[in-house]
């Protein structure tokens, strides 16, 4: 597996797929990976068409080095913007993220120097420390986050997931929705109505604050929020081909 380091010393695994340009960036959800069913149906229908492809972890995930728990939106945003900048430099990018992944893919269009053609958002997560985490956590909770520094809370996807007060507290500098995205791009968003996670009003919310007038919003009405059946895949590859 190929990986880079960056400060101090994490290893950074990724999988680059040589091809024709734009280079599709595929950044994954909290405590997700590269090897997810989404990121592998993009590459596969990338290798299709002759289209480059990255993908990566953040450090404390999949195969990259860290430790989860010392993460925070900040630190896997820099480590994504780390890779683009060193595997694939000025070249035109295609950037889709999915859930936190979408928060991600943002702040990466809005910092990199690479042009960016068209960003896809599954599901996007934007700014959910303030407008999703905050709200979920009880007061109890929020003792027990500021007494121990870490909650674990079920997930309906596998083992509770672990929410750090460093990674709360530390989202607030990244927010983008506290007035208009400066972004001019194609953006398409897919999302379903049945997600229990990020709700599908999140994406309007984030639609209405891009400054480009080409956005295409997609809702899938029995999706969850995974979005991983083969129809939901089809979707996603289809977005990724009317972008490129």
């Not at 480590?79 to 595997?87: G, K, L, N």
């Amino acid at each position: 597996m190929p990986s880079i380091f960056r400060e101090p010393g994490v290893e950074l695994a990724y999988e680059f797929l040589p091809g024709a340009g734009p280079v599709v960036v595929f950044c994954p959800g909290y405590a997700s990976d590269m090897a997810g069913t989404k990121a592998l149906a993009l590459e596969e229908n990338c290798r299709a068409r002759g289209q480059a492809m990255l993908r990566f972890d953040y450090s404390g995930h999949g195969q990259s080095g860290g430790d989860f728990l010392e993460g925070t939106l900040g630190a896997w945003a820099a480590d994504a913007a780390h890779i683009v900048r060193e595997i694939v430099p000025d070249q035109p990018l295609i950037i889709a993220g999915s859930s936190m992944g979408g928060w991600i893919a943002l702040l990466l269009a809005l910092r990199l120097p690479n042009p960016v053609t068209g960003i896809i958002l599954i599901a996007p997560a934007a700014d959910f420390t303030e407008t999703l985490l905050r709200n979920s956590i009880t007061p109890e909770q929020m003792a027990e986050l500021r007494e121990k520094g870490v909650l674990y809370q079920p997930s309906e996807y596998g083992d509770p997931l672990p929410w750090t007060l460093k990674f709360l507290e530390e989202g607030e500098n990244h927010l983008v929705l506290g007035g208009k995205i400066p972004l001019t791009c194609p953006v398409h968003f897919l999302h379903g109505m049945r997600d229990d996670s990020v709700p599908w009003e999140l994406s309007l919310r984030i639609a209405e604050a891009l400054e480009s007038d080409a956005v295409r919003l997609t809702f899938v009405k029995d999706g969850d929020h995974r979005l991983s059946r083969p129809e939901d895949l089809a979707l996603l590859t289809s977005s990724l081909a009317e972008l490129t």
